[in-house]
Structures are given as C-alpha cells and as structure tokens.
C-alpha cells in the first residue's frame, strides 16, 4: 500500500537557520502530496501542496517540490523563525478526494 | 467562514466505559474524515464519508467503533466499549464535494485528546 517516510526529529535549530525535512513516498499511482504544520495547542493546517511531477509547493517561506524521479517531497526554509516551532506532516492522496496517507511527524524546535 | 470544530477537545474515561466525539464540517463540505494518532505515530485514517454514505471506512480498527453521519451534516464516532489502546488524538477534517474546485484539500479540526484509564 501506499507509504510516506519523513525524516525522524525531533529537530533543534536556531533562529536564521536553513531547514530541510526529508519526505519520500510509495504510492502505485500518482499522487497528490501535502505537507501539513501543527501548532502547539493547535489543529492540523495545511502549509503547501503539490498535485503533480514538478509542482512546487510554497507558503510562508516554506517550499517542497514534487519529484518523481526520487520520490521525494522534502519541505525547506530559508531562514527560520522561533513561530515556526511546531510538527510537521508530510502526505499524499490519490487523485480525489481520498484519504490521506501520512508520514510520522517531524517536531521542530527553534531556539532565538 | 467557519472551520472544523471537533467536540469535545479532551475527553478521559475508565477502560469499559463509552465515549461519543463530534465533528461538525465546513458548511457545504460533502467529504468528512476521520482520522487517529496514536502516541507520537503516524495519523492513520479511519473512514471517510460522502454526505452520509460511509464511502471507505478500511481504517476503522474493529467493531467497537461506529461512525454516524445523518442528514450528512455532522458526524459522531462512538468508542464502546473504550480500552486502553483506544487512547489517542482524534481528528476530523473535510472537503468540498465532487465539483468543487479544490478537492483534494482537506481542512482538519484541532482534534479530541481522548485518555482511556
């Protein structure tokens, strides 16, 4: 069945600094795939997307890039923020509305 | 325009006993989810109704779980008998219907911490 892996955290990094959490899937067809932020106290919401080979996602600094040839979907930032704390989920769907599949979380801590 | 509410957002009870969750979608949200993380793993789905058809309910971990969504507005999960394993954060989301122009998005709740003692 469909599958997504994300790199295991939690991450501590400092304020400024570059941000890359790895994502790669599994999946039979061609997905859609999301990654999706959690706030303390907060619920899931979702941060960017991509619905096809190449697609990039983006949103509030944050980007991730659709790639077929690796399977992959890994979410970067530039330069982090201490409101960036938070966990991150990647997923995918197949095309439609269906469920989603997702990966662990990555819990990500920034410091000032 | 209002999002997903979940009720309610923290729930603790005995090994035994029953617990009813409700989820209230987005106004005009055909598509509603309900989903489970259990303990620092991985959000897994549980069913997924259209208006109030179950359309895929392949998640739902055993027949003490039951789903309602009647007149397909909102929905309710039913844990009976709740054991400890059932412990977790529950989540709803939705999304438009068929015809809409974002389907694919789904828009969750903040989620019901439910504590099985």
């Known amino acids: 069945g469909d599958s997504v892996t994300q790199m295991e955290g939690p991450v501590t990094l400092s304020e400024e600094a570059f941000l890359t959490i790895n994502c790669t899937y599994t999946a039979t067809g061609y997905p859609s795939l999301f990654w999706y932020v959690q706030y303390p106290g907060e619920g899931l919401q979702l941060l960017l997307k991509?619905?096809?080979?190449?697609d990039k996602g983006s949103n509030k600094g944050f980007e991730a890039t659709y790639r077929k040839e690796t399977t992959s979907f890994h979410l970067e930032k530039g330069s982090v923020q201490v409101s960036d704390s938070a966990v991150y989920f990647c997923a995918l769907s197949d095309r439609g509305a269906q469920k989603l599949v997702f990966g662990q979380g990555t819990r990500l801590t920034i410091n000032p | 325009e209002a999002g997903v509410t979940q009720f309610p957002s923290h729930s603790v009870i005995e090994k035994g006993q029953t617990v009813t969750l409700r989820c209230d979608p987005i106004s005009g949200h055909d598509n509603l989810y309900w989903y489970r993380r259990v303990m620092g793993k991985e959000i897994k789905f549980l069913l997924h109704f259209v208006k109030e058809s179950k359309q895929d309910e392949s998640g739902m971990p055993n027949n003490r779980f039951l789903a309602e969504r009647t007149g397909g507005t909102y929905s309710t999960l039913k844990v009976q008998p709740a054991e400890l394993e059932d412990s977790g954060v529950y989540f709803c989301a939705s999304s438009q219907g068929a015809g809409g122009l974002d389907l694919e998005t789904q828009y969750f709740g903040p989620g019901t911490r439910l504590l099985v003692l």
């Open positions: 991509a619905t096809k080979a190449d």
